[in-house]
């Protein structure tokens, strides 16, 4: 099993830009892709990206690419997600967790998911 912590959310306006980070630990982090998904009030967990365990393969939800950049760094054991030119549409809570079996993109395929934090963007 591995602890997932997320931190960096909170409140911006609209065009700015947050990073949140993640920390993993319990496993061979540098084995695991992970991912980040967020959910908004009355909706359903949205996937938001994912990376390959060496970071080198990344995969994003349409309405994020050119606007999010999913990196990691394996000597902490650490990703983070920098999110630029923010809209409003992007509140939710993000979630952090470890890609298990399945679809990428599919909630249900990951495990280890962290406690969330919140990022709330202003118009």
């Known amino acids: 099993q591995v602890h997932v912590v997320e931190s960096g959310g909170g409140l911006v306006q609209a065009g700015g830009s947050l990073r949140l980070s993640c920390a993993a630990r319990?496993?061979?982090?540098?084995?695991?892709?992970m991912g980040w998904f967020r959910q908004a009030p009355g909706k359903e967990r949205e996937f938001v990206a994912t990376i390959s365990g060496n970071g080198i393969t990344t995969y994003y939800e349409d309405s994020v690419k050119g606007q999010f950049t999913f990196s990691r760094d394996n000597y902490k054991d650490m990703v983070y997600l920098q999110m630029n030119s923010q809209k409003p549409e992007d509140t939710a809570v993000y979630y952090c967790?470890?890609?298990?079996?399945?679809?990428?993109?599919?909630?249900?395929?990951?495990?280890?998911w962290g406690q969330g934090t919140q990022v709330t963007v202003s118009s």
């Open positions: 967790a470890t890609l298990g079996s399945g679809t990428y993109y599919r909630w249900e395929s990951y495990h280890d």
């Open positions: 319990g496993r061979a982090f540098s084995s695991l892709w």
